[in-house]
Every structure is written in C-alpha cells, then in structure tokens.
C-alpha cells in the first residue's frame, strides 16, 4: 500500500503527528541516549534504532538500546491512542534490516479508554527519580494492574521479597566495581553525564551525590557530584521489581522496554515514583543473582525501583533532542 492509497482520513494529519512524536520522545533510555530513528512515509510510522547512540562499553550487544526503542515504541502508541488512532504494529518486519523494529499502521479510534488518556498525560510528569524513596502507596491494588500490563508483552513481573535487598546491593557495587577501572567504561558514563547544556545525557541536576545513593544501596554509580543530603532522613523503601523476558532475542528486547513504559507510566498515573537500573544485567554475575530471586525461569532484564516521593516540587524535565533529529516525514511520490 502507497501513500496514494490511504485517505488523509485514514492517518494522522501532519500537525497530529508532530505533536504526538513530540510528546512521545520524552520516553526514557539509558543514559538519556534517545537511540531511535523515525520515519513516517505518508501510510506507516517506522522505527528504527540508532546504533550511532548505542554504549559500546556499557552495552556492547545493544540490549539496552532496543529496551530503550521499546520503551519509546510504546510511549508512541499510547500518544496516539490518546489522539483517536489506534495503531497496529508490526514488529522487525524486514529480517534483511535488523535496525528496522517496528512499523506502525493507523486506524480510526473514536473512544479510547480513559486510561490510555490519563498513561499519555502520565508522559509530562514521569521522571527518574534516583533518590531514596518511601514505600509505594497502595502498593497490594497496583501489583496486579501491572502485571496485566507486562503480560500483554509476554514478559514476566516479579516483586523481590524484601529480603533480596542485600543481595541486589552487592551485585550493583560488584558491578560498579567490575568497571571502576575499564577506562572505556568510564569515558561513555562521564560523556552521557552531568552535562546540563545539552539535550540529551543524564543533567547534573538529575544525579545525586555519594551521600544520598547510600541511603539508596540498589543504585548505578554515576560520576561524583557535589555533595548534598537530599531525604536526609530517608532510607529507601522503595520495591524492587524485576521485569524479565522467556530468551534473550531482539524482539523480546523490544517487548521489555514497552512493558518498562506501560509499568513506568501506570505508576506514574497512581502517583508512584520510579527508577530503572539495567546496570546490574550489563553483568553475568548480575543476571545470575537476579535470576536467583525470581521463582520460574526466564531471563532478568530490568530492575525497577517504584516508591513513593516526599511532598515536594516537581523536578526539571531531562533534556530532549530537537524533533527534527530523530523524526522524518517523507512526502509520497
């Protein structure tokens, strides 16, 4: 099917489109790398990842760069679903383009659920929030909400016993440690960090300092910071959920970071803070004890802390690239 077959009728308008993919972006990825491509062809929405964003060090397999499409992938979704377009995806239809992940059809969607409504307006307050937090609100109600979320993308929701604490915290500093010393390793980190003029890479202002990721424990080590106590009477209480997928292919890849959206966006929508760490599967010795504290097998890919913040103000959004960076409109003909 060509552009010239559809109705103007039968997908977005470009205004829609651009608004969409606008808000859509703010979906998170590791590092803040935003590692995806978009073409829109005048019939079908493309995604493509970015392998010149991908952490050679960190992420040498691209794991966590098609985690993150994913994550984008849903967000997009959701956006239009919000907008009356339903979207009918096919995932990694050219097996001759491995970059290709996705193609997006539309259809016409006059009423959308109100939660698709409220996940999309989710996407102006989402944030990463790297501090220690209290215990998730209503946490018994939203467990099962969000594994029927993740279930739709064939992947698995684990909530660790309290127990498994210890054992996280010293898989994360044996991971922080196995790098300590990798200079390759740590010129990515300091390039992606602490660098508040740009538009993409973690700000400084989103860091916190050695102090306060002590009282986090379960935590990556970015590059120091000036030293503040931010909580200072705070140690997290935050719950620790593990999302992981059947094997260890492209496309389950792809389906955990859109079951890491729809987990990041429901908590978001019930008031619920959050943080993704995939720093501990970077190692096998991290993906062996992660895999030792869930109770069937299948392969960790995402450790989510979700909490709840103290009452205060909302922080700076984290950077994005300009639109026309990453988003592309192909006229027909």
């Not at 040498?60 to 679903?81: D, E, K, Y």
Request: with cysteine; aromatic share 6%; proline share 9%.
């Amino acid at each position: 099917m060509t552009a010239s077959d559809v109705s103007l009728s039968e997908v977005p308008d470009h205004p829609t489109m651009l608004a969409a993919m606008r808000l859509a972006a703010h979906a998170p990825s590791v590092h803040n790398t935003q590692p995806w491509r978009w073409i829109f062809d005048g019939v079908r929405l493309h995604l493509y990842s970015d392998t010149d964003r991908q952490l050679p060090a960190a992420d040498p397999r691209g794991r966590q760069l098609v985690i993150s499409c994913g994550a984008m992938l849903h967000h997009v979704r959701t956006v239009f679903a919000a907008y009356n377009w339903h979207t009918d995806v096919v995932r990694l239809p050219d097996p001759e383009q491995p970059q290709h992940l996705a193609a997006i059809g539309f259809r016409p969607w006059p009423d959308p659920p109100a939660e698709i409504r409220a996940c999309s307006n989710a996407i102006h307050h989402r944030h990463t929030d790297r501090l220690p937090m209290l215990e998730p609100d209503s946490w018994a109600e939203i467990v099962p909400a969000l594994r029927n979320l993740v279930s739709a993308c064939d992947i698995q929701l684990d909530v660790l016993d309290e127990s498994a604490r210890p054992q996280l915290a010293t898989a994360s500093e044996h991971a922080s440690a196995l790098h300590r010393y990798d200079m390759s390793y740590q010129t990515e980190l300091h390039w992606w960090t602490g660098h508040s003029q740009l538009s993409e890479g973690i700000p400084r202002s989103a860091m916190i300092s050695d102090a306060e990721a002590a009282r986090v424990g379960v935590a990556r080590a970015f590059p120091s910071v000036a030293h503040s106590m931010r909580r200072a009477d705070l140690r997290d209480r935050a719950r620790l959920v593990v999302l992981s997928s059947p094997g260890e292919t492209v496309g389950e890849w792809l389906h955990a970071g859109e079951a890491l959206s729809a987990v990041l966006l429901e908590c978001t929508v019930v008031g619920l803070t959050t943080c993704a760490l995939t720093h501990i599967t970077e190692t096998t010795t991290g993906r062996k004890v992660m895999a030792r504290l869930i109770a069937h097998p299948s392969v960790p890919q995402v450790l989510i802390r979700i909490g709840t913040a103290p009452d205060e103000p909302e922080p700076p959004p984290t950077p994005r690239r300009p639109l026309l960076d990453m988003f592309t409109i192909r006229r027909a003909g």
